[in-house]
């Protein structure tokens, strides 16, 4: 599977600027998306005022999660590892990390054995980091976990209250995430969270190697207990884990009668055939239309209690 590179993500692209060697990069090797890319860079950021569901107030509160996220987000790397390694089974380590994975509210986490085709090849969130290659050597093991997204705030998709959820999610994904980090850097190994804005991996992938979900047609995790509405966290290991084996349902069948998100996404972003991923441009075009995250998508679609 070819892996994905972090530069071709829309956030990515998004913070690409002109006059800037990163943009003169990235465009010379995609001149196709040059104009479409100018054009949605010009109506940045989400959530202003005149955008169709922009409130103000609640608006300010998901700009503030962003914010705060943002604060956190150096921190990804945890303090120097303990000097004193801390002993133990790969079941006792496995079964102490889930538990406090869940303690932080994590529903559902998992170990996957990491494998490049969750990991991004390249960076390219920020002009910095732009172009680092991304290694999996020091990280045998990617732990994942799901936190759920309150319901009925989704179900307000693509109102604001959908995007003050989601952000909640982001927000305790990168707290899961931290404590993590945290504590395995205080057993003595190495460890990385990644958070929203922080990535080295594409989470859903991730997430179906760990036994959490499958991927839906709109590209989300889709989990047994909540569906698609949740937020996904993962931390890269070198602590003994034993691993998870691959989520083993399989969400196809009822994708391919339901059709819920391709009908109701508003941008017809989500392709029909099956086999076909979403597209980033104009779901996120819709993304710069509401002021929002739109979040029709998670909002209607019934996951695996589809027939239930
Ligand atoms: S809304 Fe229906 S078609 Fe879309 S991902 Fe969910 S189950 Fe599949
Ligand atoms: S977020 Fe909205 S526009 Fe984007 S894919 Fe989902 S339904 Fe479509």
């Not at 959490?212 to 003994?240: C, F, K, M, W």
């Amino acid at each position: 599977m070819k892996r994905s590179d972090e530069r071709d993500i829309m956030f990515s692209r998004m913070a690409r600027k002109p006059n800037t060697k990163e943009y003169d990069q990235y465009y010379s090797l995609h001149p196709e998306l040059l104009e479409i890319d100018d054009t949605l860079r010009a109506q940045m950021p989400i959530g202003k005022p005149g955008d169709r569901f922009y409130d103000s107030l609640k608006t300010s509160t998901v700009d503030a999660a962003f914010q705060f996220l943002d604060s956190i987000k150096p921190l990804v790397e945890g303090p120097t590892a303990s000097k004193i390694l801390t002993t133990g089974t790969a079941e006792d380590f496995t079964a102490h990390i889930k538990s406090i994975a869940e303690l932080y509210g994590a529903s559902v986490t998992g170990v996957a054995k990491s494998d490049e085709s969750f990991y991004y090849s390249h960076r390219g969130r920020t002009d910095q980091v732009y172009g680092d290659s991304v290694s999996i050597d020091n990280w045998p093991h990617t732990i994942v976990f799901a936190v759920p997204m309150n319901e009925a705030m989704i179900r307000k998709a693509p109102k604001a209250e959908e995007s003050i959820a989601v952000t909640q999610g982001y927000v305790q994904a990168a707290i899961v995430g931290m404590i993590l980090t945290y504590t395995i850097k205080a057993f003595g190994y190495e460890a990385r969270n990644h958070m929203d804005g922080n990535y080295l991996c594409t989470l859903p992938l991730a997430a179906k190697a760990a036994g959490i979900g499958d991927i839906g047609q709109h590209g989300l995790i889709i989990t047994e207990a909540h569906g698609p509405r949740v937020r996904l966290g993962a931390v890269s290991t070198n602590l003994p884990l034993v691993n998870d084996p691959p989520f083993s349902k399989s969400i196809a069948p009822i994708c391919e009668t339901c059709r819920r998100c391709v009908r109701n996404c508003p941008s017809k972003a989500i392709p029909n055939d099956i086999l076909a991923t979403i597209t980033q441009e104009k779901c996120f075009e819709k993304w710069l239309e509401y002021g929002t995250d739109c979040g029709i998508c998670l909002s209607v679609c019934p996951g695996f209690d589809e027939g239930k």
